[in-house]
């Protein structure tokens, strides 16, 4: 028998547009006509069922014999013997549309469900005829048909939800309707209310705001808790359950349904760990340690048990167990770098060398790894040990390159690189090293100088050589570029040079307004402060009300600006205003106390001025600023 003809068999009604084309198989002799049918001593009912039967057979062997004719002659006899049959006519129906005896397979269907209306099969295989021509709205009537006829049945209402979902993909409360109304009446209804689970997440999902979702997801937790009773095994369904209602933050029914999960699969590392991140969330870090200390001493090899309890002892604290669970990661996956990094990590902390043994060890197990070189190369150069970095970074480009051209490292590995060049004093590598890393973050250039103004004055001065390397040939980054050596060289204490630097990055801006996400309020900050320090105060005066403008809570900036109206004595109201914004936002920094009082002293308001001026030198003892207008506001008391 060839395959086609298995196919047409097995696929029943879908067989609607098939034509004959099989090679023909010899039949058996007949069975009919004083054939084995009509040797059978039964009585009248029963020999007529079982000739209808033994008429059945036959016309399944012409059917797979593709012959279509002697198969409906077969089952059209066998349906005048046993006309209540409904699985002879749904043959006879199948086989006259393979005929493209359209008309008469539906006449030959209606006619039997107009006489045997209790026919559900006759009513579904014509909604699955009428479902392959596209006549939806008939689809639609036999369903509901179906539904009011059968509505114990849940197909009939899975089957009218889907054909309903079909015609008005946009309105899926229909659908949601049709469900909620066959659950009251199906039985089980139990495939009604998964299918409700997975509408109301969908809805879920596309919802445009947060009650909404939350709606949606309250309505699928209804319906899973139900299921959850009906089904009180299914691993799927308290999982979803459990889930959901940890992101609906009912915590204590969540833990409920994963302690139920946990009593029926002891074992399982997936239930230990979302009862962990539960108890976690309730902020019971000794329960969620708990639970993976009862899976680790079931299964002491496992290295995510082990891993994941080492992370949970790092959060509560208790870096020893967590340095111990993550050594023991290691040792149970001793080829798998996530462990043996978080372990270096954590003893890098403390110590430099153990970090370097750990990762040496690891190293033995995974020669050339290179995000192990890499975390070892940082290492390094956390201690100084500047060339030793250097050469692991050399190995860990070589690596890469070599294993794919086109490789990219981690996020910070170009960072990383421009960094140790700097400290080395190789300008031109620096530079090169940061224009791979801007290349790929941007961001990064903020880093780098994060960096460099808290490095000592030596590496500033050679990082301010490598920002100028770079400014010269990359105009992508120009302005920001020279923004942040402006930047450099107030830190240098350079502010000449430092308004020249902000007035390249102006006319970089002007030419390319494509670099204009620089003009920052930070930016219009620093340009005003190096504008004041060279003495060109209402330059500066602007750039600080641009600051502001750009950003009203921007504290700096308000005292900034305060302070110098305090000092030339102007503006006195609007400096207070300024003044006490910036205070709003950080109540106590002694520098917006110190500007606050000396805004006092200048409206002569002495007593009030003390005040803040020995409260701002509390603390901040020693400041000589702070000590001088103390010492004026003390005259003038006469103190």
């Not at 801007?438 to 590496?459: C, H, I, K, W």
């Not at 006092?600 to 803040?612: P, S, T, V």
Request: glycine share 6%.
């Amino acid at each position: 028998m060839s395959g086609t003809c298995r196919v047409r068999l097995a696929l029943g009604l879908v067989l609607l547009g098939a034509a004959a084309g099989c090679r023909s198989l010899p039949g058996p002799p007949s069975l009919l006509d004083g054939g084995l049918v009509s040797s059978l001593p039964l009585p009248a009912e029963r020999e007529q069922a079982a000739q209808a039967h033994a008429l059945y057979s036959l016309g399944i062997h012409h059917e797979l014999a593709d012959e279509y004719d002697l198969a409906g002659q077969a089952y059209l006899r066998a349906s005048e013997l046993d006309p209540g049959n409904e699985r002879i006519l749904l043959r006879l129906a199948s086989i006259l549309v393979l005929q493209r005896r359209t008309e008469d397979a539906l006449r030959t269907v209606e006619q039997f469900i107009d006489r045997y209306p209790s026919s559900e099969k006759a009513l579904g295989w014509l909604a699955a005829f009428y479902g392959s021509t596209g006549d939806q709205e008939r689809v639609l009537q036999l369903y509901r048909r179906m539904t009011r006829q059968f509505p114990a049945n849940p197909l009939g209402w899975l089957q009218l939800a889907s054909a309903t979902a079909r015609q008005s993909p946009d309105t899926p409360a229909d659908v949601i309707r049709i469900l909620e109304s066959g659950l009251a009446k199906a039985r089980p209804p139990t495939a009604l209310r998964q299918e409700l689970v997975r509408l109301h997440l969908a809805r879920m999902r596309d919802a445009a705001d947060e009650p909404a979702r939350r709606q949606a997801r309250r309505s699928a937790i209804a319906r899973l808790r139900e299921i959850a009773d009906e089904l009180p095994g299914d691993m799927d369904t308290l999982f979803a359950l459990g889930d959901l209602l940890v992101r609906d933050e009912q915590l204590e029914e969540a833990i409920q349904v994963y302690e139920k999960i946990e009593r029926l699969q002891p074992a399982d590392l997936q239930v230990k760990q979302r009862l962990a991140r539960t108890f976690l969330a309730m902020d019971d870090q000794a329960k969620a340690i708990a639970v993976l200390e009862r899976l680790a001493a079931r299964d002491t090899g496992s290295a995510n048990i082990h891993f994941y309890l080492g992370e949970l002892y790092l959060q509560s604290g208790d870096a020893a167990n967590a340095e111990e669970q993550f050594r023991a990661a290691a040792q149970a996956s001793p080829e798998d770098p996530a462990p043996w990094l978080r372990l270096a990590a954590l003893q890098a902390e403390l110590s430099g060398d153990q970090a370097i043994e750990t990762l040496n060890e690891a190293l033995g197990t995974m020669p050339g790894n290179p995000r192990l070189l890499e975390v070892l190369a940082l290492i390094h150069l956390g201690q100084n040990q500047y060339a030793k970095a250097e050469k692991l970074l050399a190995q860990v480009w070589q690596t890469l390159s070599a294993n794919d051209p086109d490789a990219i490292p981690s996020n910070l590995f170009f960072y990383h690189y421009a960094t140790v060049c700097t400290h080395l004093r190789r300008v031109p590598d620096a530079a090169d090293w940061l224009e791979r890393a801007l290349g790929q973050e941007p961001a990064l250039l903020d880093l780098y100088m994060q960096r460099v103004l808290t490095g000592t004055p030596s590496f500033r001065q050679t990082a301010t050589r490598v920002l100028n390397n770079l400014a010269k040939r990359n105009t992508a980054f120009g302005a920001a570029l020279r923004a942040n050596l402006a930047t450099l060289y107030l830190a240098r204490e350079n502010p000449s040079r430092a308004v020249k630097e902000f007035k390249r990055a102006l006319a970089i801006i002007q030419s390319d307004p494509l670099q204009s996400d620089v003009l920052t309020p930070r930016f219009h900050f620093w340009h005003g402060v190096a504008l004041d320090q060279s003495k060109q105060t209402d330059l500066a005066v602007e750039q600080f009300e641009t600051a502001i403008r750009l950003d009203p809570d921007y504290a700096e900036a308000l005292n900034y600006l305060a302070y110098l109206w305090a000092v030339r004595g102007e503006r006195l109201d609007e400096a207070l205003r300024h003044i006490q914004t910036a205070l709003d936002l950080d109540p106590e920094n002694p520098a917006f106390l110190d500007t606050l009082g000396w805004i006092y002293f200048q409206q002569g308001r002495y007593e009030d001025a003390i005040d803040l001026l020995q409260q701002a030198d509390r603390l901040r003892p020693g400041d000589p600023e702070i000590l001088d207008h103390l010492r004026q506001t003390l005259d003038k008391l006469d103190r």
